[in-house]
T-cell receptor
Framework: DTEVTQTPKHLVMGMTNKKSLKCEQH?????MYWYKQKAKKPPELMFV???????INESVPSRFSPECPNSSLLNLHLHALQPEDSALYLC????????????FGPGTRLTVT | SQELEQSPQSLIVQEGKNLTINCTSS?????LYWYKQKYGEGLIFLMM?????EEKSHEKITAKLDEKKQQSSLHITASQPSHAGIYLC?????????????FGTGTKLQVIP
């Protein structure tokens, strides 16, 4: 199984809502990532987890809260988002944190109204 | 911070033609990745280059790394419609080994049958 899955595929939420994005992999990878991608722009790194511990937070606003409950699962909890947070959210994983290829999920298209 | 400039920004080629995409870094390259993305979808890993002068090929795609020029090129031979998409180079922005990948500006490729 060389797949990273993300749910939901699409999400529309109001600015007062609380929602979560989910990412799962069963490749035994120990590093997992969240990226944000705006239209016609490259992905931007948000968070990196290594061995279920948060190792990089790219100064992301606290309305985004990541969680890594186990080595296969990565969540991104969303609360009080702004319309400018609308984007494609991509999850990725790699074997370890180092110069390894990252496997990406298909992304969650988030719209904040 | 590291910046990766890709050229050209977009490319339209006739099926069967060869093409080259370049990626130039503002800082020393410790590792260089090439990914392909279909609009609104996840990234597909193509190749990773680690050493200066390294060259890798997969099917009709060849990538090279010129460490001295802080540059990488991606060459597609005899292009096909299946090659269409957005090509992104990515580099380790943390000085080596930490998987903090910064992506280039992207090159949009269209292949006309």
């Amino acid at each position: 199984d060389t797949e990273v899955t993300q749910t939901p595929k699409h999400l529309v939420m109001g600015m007062t809502n609380k929602k979560s994005l989910k990412c799962e992999q069963h490749m035994g990878h120990r590093a997992m990532y969240w990226y944000k991608q705006k239209a016609k722009k490259p992905p931007e790194l948000m968070f990196v987890y290594s061995y279920e511990k948060l190792s990089i937070n790219e100064s992301v606003p606290s309305r985004f809260s990541p969680e890594c409950p186990n080595s296969s699962l990565l969540n991104l909890h969303l609360h009080a988002l702004q319309p400018e947070d609308s984007a494609l959210y991509l999850c990725a994983s790699s074997l370890v944190r180092g110069l390894d290829e990252q496997y990406f999920g298909p992304g969650t298209r988030l719209t904040v109204t | 911070s590291q910046e990766l400039e890709q050229s050209p920004q977009s490319l339209i080629v006739q099926e069967g033609k060869n093409l080259t995409i370049n990626c130039t870094s503002s800082k020393t390259l410790y590792g260089l990745y090439w990914y392909k993305q279909k609009y609104g979808e996840g990234l597909i890993f193509l190749m990773m280059l680690q050493k200066g002068g390294e060259e890798k090929s997969h099917e009709k795609i060849t990538a090279k790394l010129d460490e001295k020029k802080q540059q990488s090129s991606l060459h597609i031979t005899a292009s096909q419609p299946s090659h269409a998409g957005i090509y992104l180079c990515g580099a380790d922005a943390s000085g080596g080994g930490y998987q903090k990948v910064t992506f280039g500006t992207g090159t949009k490729l269209q292949v006309i049958p």
